[in-house]
């Protein structure tokens, strides 16, 4: 089944401990993304690869890294997480410039 | 940035009726997307209309886009309770060498049964 997989769904962690959030898709899409959603705010995207190797910023990139060694795999690194990175992320992947496929989301809390 | 923002922020409808709702955006666009997202859900795709096109029809869904006036519309006929979700507009404003998708804040819609 053609998907985009997010671990862990769910997250509560403490300021300053670093966590990572993988991300893995299985349709050989060449373009990943990584956004997050708060309420008010919509969906604000992070940081976007076009390709292995390839990683960008996005609207919303402080604090979080990304790194793009293989095509399946976009993790989202919080080096040192604060409250303010409390929110719901997605994950995205696709195939060409257009239709995007989400990931079912990762729900993070930092107390 | 910020590009799309939907109208109106919420709709209520009986089931049965049409859904109508408003997308605007900033700068020039490639193309602009619609998507629906379920409660605390992934977002899915629902329809891709590039800019050289006016309307696009898919299934229930009917969408238009205005680049003269920078604005598109949803509209979703004899809605169900299943349709009871938020929907988000995305443009494109690729340029050379780049992607990004700029994504609304969403109107959401609940259909009554």
């Known amino acids: 089944e053609a998907q985009v997989t997010q671990n862990p769904r769910y997250l509560i962690t403490v300021t300053g401990k670093k966590l990572t959030v993988t991300c893995s898709q299985n349709?050989?899409?060449?373009?990943m993304s990584w956004y997050r959603q708060d309420p008010g705010l919509g969906l604000r995207q992070i940081y976007y690869?076009?390709?292995?190797?390839?990683?960008d910023k996005g609207d919303v990139p402080e604090g979080y890294k990304v790194s793009r060694k293989e095509k399946r795999n976009f993790p989202l690194i919080l080096e040192s997480p604060s409250p303010n990175q409390t929110s719901l992320y997605f994950c995205?992947?696709?195939?060409?410039?257009?239709?995007?496929?989400f990931g079912p989301g990762t729900r993070l809390t930092v107390t | 940035s910020q590009q799309g923002e939907e109208d109106p922020q919420a709709l209520s409808i009986q089931e049965g009726e049409n859904a109508t709702m408003n997308c605007s955006y900033k700068t020039s666009i490639n193309n602009l997307q619609w998507y629906r997202q379920n409660s605390g859900r992934g977002l899915v795709h629902l329809i891709l209309i590039r800019s050289n096109e006016r309307e696009k029809h898919s299934g229930r869904l009917r969408v238009t886009l205005d680049t003269s006036k920078k604005s598109s519309s949803l509209l979703i006929t004899a809605s169900r309770a299943a349709d009871t979700a938020s929907y988000f507009c995305?443009?494109?404003?690729?340029?050379?060498?780049?992607?990004?998708?700029?994504f609304g804040k969403g109107t959401k819609l609940s259909v009554i049964p």
């Open positions: 349709m050989n899409h060449e373009y």
């Open positions: 690869s076009m390709n292995v190797e390839v990683t």
């Open positions: 995205a992947s696709s195939l060409r410039v257009g239709e995007q496929y």
């Open positions: 995305a443009t494109d404003e690729t340029g050379a060498g780049s992607y990004q998708l700029t």
